[in-house]
């Protein structure tokens, strides 16, 4: 039988401050390079959630040490080898950050994991990866399962790509591609989703001594070393929308504690996404503190940079005062779920008028109603749900267990946000 958690309902002004564990993706790209680096690094506070989990190891079945010290890992390269059968689970980033390092082994290695991720697009990277010589056997899938055939290196040079489903397959290529022969000179076919993501890996690749440049086409990585170091894993920025989101619900005031000044992840735009839809923003001693109104002001936004927010402002845009317009979106029918179908699904259940674009969803409210949502297995999803029921007394959510994907104690954290004793899950 599958677990049903009936979210919180709440009518007083919540007043919290919230600390989160350490951003999913920083912590991806920073077992990616320590494992390729020259020497041990430390990752001090990396996220330890069902993802990370997953990276670290397939990292270790190719032969990389990561041990445990306290909160942090320690990694220490070792020469990468094959044969080995990766779980990618339903991570994205294992799906398309482990195959170019799997190119580098000597062996085979395989790719699988959740049913949902054999639907997850990924004919972009192994067309990537066949065009710089790796034999990658899909059965003409363009997705999971597939193998990987490495011959202890990849010449690289310049290759054409198509990113247009997912960020993830330009980071995966320029993660490895110092080490590559020749380097990598790649170039793009089209437009690329989540453009902050791609930004990220740039900055961190830079961080660890590698000569990368923009082209104006895409991105060249020299060949060479890199250089291993210590990296502090900054909190989880996307984790935080539907904490800060309670604020615009209840009219009350929530902190997020240690807000990097500056930073790459695409969670940092939420402080310009919930002035616009009516929230005071400002940072504090503390942190980020988002403080509502009262009152919801509906969104027309592209939030193409910023898709993986667009579950819980969505649910913000359900109890809106006005019909809402958020577009870019169109990747997201390849994530954990087909998003902008979940959601027409879910804010339907709750009362609201949802269309449904080409590249994204309108979203009109409408009288609200109790109902059992689906997570659709998919952890943005439990999130949404959280933030309607706040407004919506009634909100249950299916398989709340979702959440393990990057913050596996969401359900209790939820309920400490106001001041309730621990989630109750049936």
Known sequence: MTPVWTTPHRTAPVDAVVSLPGSKSITARALILAALADGPSRLVRPLRARDTDLMAAGLRSLGTEITEDGADWLVTPQLLRGPADIDAGLAGTVLRFLP?????????????????????????????????????????????????????????????????????????????????????????????????????????????????????????????DIAARDVVVEPDLSNAAPFLAAALVTGGRVT????????????????????????????????LQVTGSGTIAP??????????????????????GGPSRLTGIGHLRGHETDRLQALDEVLTAVGARVEQLPDGLVIEPGPQRPALLDSYADHRMVHA??????????????????????????????????????????
């Open 100 to 224: 170019p390092v799997a190119a580098l082994t000597s062996g085979r290695v395989a790719f699988d994991g959740d049913p949902r991720l054999r639907e997850r697009p990924n004919a972009g990277l192994i067309a990537a990866l066949r065009d710089l010589g790796v034999e990658v056997d899909d059965g003409g899938r363009g997705k999971a399962p597939f193998t990987v055939h490495g011959t202890g290196g990849v010449a690289g040079g310049a290759i054409t790509v198509d990113a247009s489903e997912s960020s993830q397959i330009v980071s995966g290529l320029l993660l490895a591609a110092a080490l590559f022969d020749d380097g990598l000179d790649l170039s793009l076919t089209g437009g690329v989703p989540s453009m902050p993501h791609v930004d990220m890996t740039v900055t961190t690749l830079r961080a660890h001594g590698v000569d990368v440049a923009a082209t104006g086409r895409g991105w060249r990585v020299a060949h060479g």
């Open 385 to 426: 749900a959280a933030v309607l029921g706040l407004a919506i007394e009634g909100v249950r959510a299916g398989d709340p267990g979702a959440v393990t994907k990057t913050l596996p104690d969401f359900v209790d954290r939820w309920s400490g946000l106001l001041g309730e004793p621990a989630g109750v899950v049936s």
């Open 299 to 320: 969104l027309v936004a592209d939030l193409g940079e910023v898709g993986e927010l667009t579950p819980v402002l969505a649910a913000l845009c359900a109890l809106a």
């Open 256 to 287: 997020v504690r240690d807000w990097p000044e500056a930073t790459t992840q695409p969670g940092a735009q939420l402080d310009r996404l919930l002035t616009q839809m009516g929230a005071e923003v400002r940072r504090t001693a503390d942190g």
